[in-house]
């Protein structure tokens, strides 16, 4: 008799058949199958998650921001001129070419579907293609009666294969044409706003509408400040929601914790799910005067949690999502061979970005003044430093760093990148080491 079925017998005779069974299912090859299956049910569940589940939002969206009013427009008896298919792109909203009903598809190609109508846009909605929007629907489907968002939304964006704007879906590329301020801006009862930040609701729009494209202010509910002091608009880019399996530290500014932590704060406290969160960071009133006030750090369970249950599936598929590699004659391979040599060792740039994952295994913070640049949204995180971003993909600036790099994508372009460290950290890089660096950057 072996020792583990002396140990079944063993534990039968003392608990029961129950207990026995469990260890039949939990040891050896059962449970790595149970693993297996668990893995695969884990990245099924949070694909549909991250791009279909508004985990509650539309509470908010559309109980209180009543944002399906401005979308209906007053003709389909909501308010104002209504958001049609055509203004809906242009607020860099994106629509899923497979979800698209095929006679839509073939009206829209024909030109026979009018792209000015917003009854067309809730005949997207309706047919879920409109990403990380869903529309709720009156009984007789003719009225729009709400709506919430996804997390696909500001992560997701497509390839463009039907047209600019509507084709199949890129999960965890950054939607860097969404203008979320905007959307907000036309919501008809900003009060949960003005009452939230305790200013105007002029003030509120000020704030929302400087966002601009492809940025979004997910602390603004924390410490209520829109704008740095230099004027500009307190917003950070929409990040890659890809190739972060290994990364410690979330967000442009880290200290806020794993992307676990991450997703729990932006379900309850961004989306406004429904959900419990918990973070006693934010009773700090000095620095999170309107978190404190509101208690968003003891965020306790009202009617059915619909966020905690699903944040193991969400994380897994995040961690899932790849980073995409560059096209074939993206870059320069010669020249990104010199480049390599010179991000590993004259240039210093792999003592932070350490590939292959280029940010520190381990605690990947550092100070503003370490990377030369102000530290006014390091300081709203709650250890006051900016996360050495992971490189991702650095050679499409058309759609995953449209809008530049850095969290405010003050660097336009890689040149600028480079240009900055140099003098920084003076390297005294030649023009020719700078274009080597480049074109290894453009190839990770
Ligand atoms: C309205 C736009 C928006 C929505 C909706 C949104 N996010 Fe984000 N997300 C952002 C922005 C902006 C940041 C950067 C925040 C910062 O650094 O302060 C971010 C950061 C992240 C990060 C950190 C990425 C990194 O590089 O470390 C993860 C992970 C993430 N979001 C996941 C999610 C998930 C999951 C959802 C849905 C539950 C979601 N987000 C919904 C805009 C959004
Ligand atoms: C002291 C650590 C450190 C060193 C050394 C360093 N970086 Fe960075 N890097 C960072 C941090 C922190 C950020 C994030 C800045 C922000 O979000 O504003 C960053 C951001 C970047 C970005 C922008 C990524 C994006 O998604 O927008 C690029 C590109 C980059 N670094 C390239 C380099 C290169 C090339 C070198 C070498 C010349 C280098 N870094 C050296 C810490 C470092």
């Given at each position: 008799m072996s020792n583990r079925t002396a140990l079944a017998i063993g534990l039968v005779s003392i608990l029961g058949t129950g207990a026995a069974s469990l260890l039949a299912q939990t040891s050896g090859k059962s449970f790595e199958d149970m693993s297996d299956s668990f893995a695969k049910k884990l990245l099924k569940d949070g694909k549909e998650i991250f791009r279909h589940d508004t985990l509650g939002s539309e509470a908010f969206?559309?109980?209180?921001?009543?944002?399906h009013q401005a979308i209906m427009g007053e003709k389909l008896g909501?308010?104002?001129p209504g958001i049609s298919p055509k203004k809906a792109l242009e607020l860099g909203l994106k629509v899923d070419v497979d979800a698209v009903p095929k006679e839509v598809a073939e009206g829209i190609n024909a030109g026979k579907?009018?792209?000015?109508?917003p009854a067309n846009t809730l005949a997207l909605l309706k047919a879920e293609a409109v990403i990380g929007v869903k529309g709720f629907f009156s009984d007789d489907g003719k009225t729009l009666t709400g709506v919430g968002i996804q997390?696909?939304?500001?992560?997701s964006t497509v390839d463009?294969?039907?047209a600019p704007g509507i084709g199949h879906r890129l999960d965890?590329?950054?939607?860097?044409?969404?203008?979320v301020g905007a959307i907000i801006a036309a919501a008809p009862d900003l009060s949960a706003l003005t009452d939230m930040l305790q200013i105007s609701e002029a003030e509120v729009k000020k704030a929302v509408e400087?966002?601009?494209?492809?940025k979004f202010d997910a602390e603004l509910n924390l410490?209520?400040?829109?704008?740095r002091p230099d004027g500009k608009t307190a917003a950070t880019l929409n990040p890659p929601?890809?190739?972060?399996?290994?990364?410690n530290n979330h967000t442009?500014?880290?200290?806020?914790?794993?992307v676990s932590y991450w997703n729990a704060y932006v379900g309850n406290l961004?989306?406004?799910?429904?959900g419990v969160f918990f973070d006693p960071?934010?009773?700090d009133a000095e620095k999170y005067p309107v978190a404190a006030r509101t208690k968003q750090g003891h965020k306790e369970k009202q009617g059915?949690?619909?966020?905690t249950a699903k944040l193991p599936a969400l994380h897994f598929y995040q961690l899932s999502l790849p980073t995409p590699t560059p096209p074939n004659?993206?870059?320069d391979e010669a020249k990104a061979r010199k480049g390599e040599v010179l991000f590993n060792?004259?240039?210093?740039?792999?003592?932070?970005?350490?590939?292959?994952?280029?940010?520190?295994?381990?605690?990947n913070l550092h100070t503003a003044e370490e990377i030369g640049i102000d530290d006014f949204q390091a300081m709203?995180?709650?250890?006051?430093r900016y996360r050495?971003?992971?490189?991702?993909?650095?050679?499409?600036?058309?759609?995953?760093?449209k809008g530049g790099f850095y969290h405010d994508g003050r660097f336009a372009t890689l040149k600028d990148v480079v240009d900055h460290y140099n003098s920084h950290f003076d390297l005294q890089l030649s023009d020719d080491e700078k274009t080597a660096l480049i074109e290894y950057l453009k190839s990770i």
């Open positions: 969206w559309g109980g209180t921001l009543k944002l909501g308010v104002g579907v009018d792209l000015t109508d997390c696909s939304l500001c992560h463009d294969a039907f965890g590329w950054p939607n860097r044409d969404l203008n400087a966002w601009g494209p492809g410490d209520g400040k829109a704008f929601a890809f190739g972060l399996a290994g990364v442009w500014t880290g200290a806020w914790g794993t961004e989306m406004h799910g429904q960071r934010l009773d059915k949690d619909l966020i004659g993206s870059f060792e004259k240039a210093k740039c792999a003592s932070c970005h350490v590939p292959p994952i280029f940010t520190e295994p381990g605690w709203r995180s709650p250890d006051g050495t971003a992971p490189l991702r993909a650095l050679w499409d600036t058309e759609k995953i760093h």
